[in-house]
């Protein structure tokens, strides 16, 4: 069975300073993970994906994830906040026996001056 | 190029009522999905629509019903609405047909429903 937590619910930062948003997965077998973000009443919004090429996957908006098998880990960073970067960010996992997604709960992330 | 449409954004129904959620693609995606969204529960799936003429249960499918009108339609169906139906409904769009799109999402803008 796929699933996928997301460690945080909050993660406050100062603009200027890295973020690092934290997945973890489980699934059964070399799973596709995504990054998708929310920002206040909109849509979501997707990120980045990792479909088993590199193991670093960049993104838009400076965004980067890095798949660690060992760790089951998918966590997202940047290096420096921006105030825009605030929204909520969501860590998605497809399994190749699932031809549905499965969301983790969402971390909001709070960027301030 | 509108991508995912949603009607309506807003509104509010007495326990009860029925209504209908429309959503609408213009990118020619075969696979259509209907997923809530509540505070601290991330995205849930509903209902999907893998092709034109198939559907299927998501995670929470009681109380909806769906319908692929056609292939750039899917409606989402309110028989008799609850409190608990309270929620922001997201319609969602992929091409599944090749790996380069496998599984990305694109979503419409949201519809916030008020259950009475």
């Known amino acids: 069975a796929q699933s996928v937590t997301q460690l945080d619910s909050h993660v406050s930062v100062s603009e200027g300073t890295p973020v690092l948003l934290r997945c973890n997965y489980s699934?059964?077998?070399?799973?596709?993970l995504f990054w998708y973000v929310q920002h206040p009443n909109k849509g979501l919004q997707l990120l980045l994906k990792?479909?088993?090429?590199?193991?670093l996957v960049k993104g838009i908006n400076g965004f980067e994830a890095e798949f660690k098998k060992s760790e089951t880990s998918f966590h997202l960073t940047k290096p420096s906040a921006h105030m825009s970067d605030a929204a909520e960010y969501f860590c998605?996992?497809?399994?190749?026996?699932?031809?549905?997604?499965?969301f983790g709960k969402g971390t909001m992330l709070l960027v301030s001056p | 190029n509108a991508g995912v449409t949603q009607t309506p954004k807003f509104q509010v129904l007495k326990t009860g009522q029925s209504m209908t959620l429309q959503c609408a693609q213009d990118?020619?995606?075969?696979?259509m999905y209907w997923y809530r969204q509540d505070p601290g529960m991330g995205l849930r799936l509903i209902y999907y629509?893998?092709?034109?003429?198939?559907?299927d249960k998501g995670e929470v499918p009681n109380g909806y019903n769906v319908s692929r009108l056609n292939k750039r339609e899917f409606s989402l169906r309110l028989e008799s609405a609850a409190p608990s139906q309270t929620s922001v409904y997201f319609c969602?769009?992929?091409?599944?047909?090749?790996?380069?799109?496998?599984?990305?999402?694109?979503f419409g803008a949201g519809s916030r429903l008020t259950v009475l």
């Open positions: 969602a769009s992929s091409d599944n047909r090749g790996t380069a799109g496998a599984n990305v999402l694109t």
């Open positions: 699934s059964s077998y070399s799973p596709s």
């Open positions: 990792y479909t088993s090429a590199a193991t």
């Open positions: 998605v996992v497809s399994d190749p026996g699932y031809s549905t997604l499965t």
């Open positions: 990118m020619n995606h075969n696979s």
């Open positions: 629509s893998a092709s034109e003429g198939t559907t």
